[in-house]
């Protein structure tokens, strides 16, 4: 089992439609939870993180941890054309340096 | 502030040759990462750096992988002789916490 799965999609949309992305994990002490978005030909780059259980909101964008079904998600409301990007989850393992462990991305194409 | 710089952008080279990449992580950043991205994948960790020592390099192929950061602050990854299934995108992170982690734009590297 692979310690953090991630549907690859593609997933496509219309705009102003919400959008859930979800990952699971297998690892029960993982603490923070990352995702990250990346455009064709960029880096990847830190959209939001949460610590433990519960839910983060950032305008558009909520975070949300169920620690007891170890699944994760990423909501965006009111998803624009230029939301369309691949979305990582990863997740930092504490012993080895805090090195992150990725989802494959899910491909997200929000259309007008 | 600046984020992570990385060069070249893009690489083209033959099997077997060898080739490298550089990084000058975000100033003050004490911890730097390379990851292996390939196609429709998340990313891997190949190497971790605090400063300018070797935290983790389990996941470094170190019969063709080397890397070095010798003042601490800019790195180098080299790879000698390069193999097909390089081919990839090769991204630099830096940290400040270790949890958060900010990424470069990365060089994509071909093998033909």
């Known amino acids: 089992q692979k310690e953090v799965e991630q549907d690859p999609g593609p997933l496509s949309v219309p705009e102003g439609a919400i959008v859930s992305l979800n990952c699971t994990y297998s690892n029960s002490a993982f603490q923070y939870f990352m995702w990250y978005r990346q455009y064709s030909r960029k880096g990847p780059e830190l959209l939001m993180y949460t610590y433990s259980s519960g839910n983060k909101e950032d305008g558009r964008f909520t975070a949300q941890v169920d620690k007891s079904s170890k699944y994760i998600s990423l909501f965006i409301r009111d998803s624009q054309p230029s939301d369309s990007a691949t979305y990582l989850c990863a997740i930092p393992q504490k012993t080895g340096g805090n090195k992150l462990t990725f989802g494959t991305g899910t491909q997200l194409k929000v259309e007008l | 502030e600046a984020g992570v710089a990385q060069s070249p952008r893009y690489k083209i080279i033959e099997k077997r040759q060898s080739v490298a990449f550089w990084c000058n992580p975000i100033s003050g950043h004490a911890t730097l990462y390379w990851y292996q991205q390939i196609l429709g994948q998340g990313p891997k960790l190949l190497i971790q750096?605090?400063?300018?020592?070797?935290?983790?390099d389990s996941q470094l192929p170190k019969d063709r992988f080397s890397a070095e950061r010798l003042k601490g602050v800019d790195s180098t990854l080299k790879i000698q002789p390069a193999k097909l299934e390089d081919s990839a995108v090769y991204l630099c992170a830096s940290s400040l916490t270790s949890v958060l982690q900010f990424f470069g734009p990365g060089t994509r590297l071909t093998v033909l």
């Open positions: 750096f605090q400063n300018n020592g070797v935290v983790d």
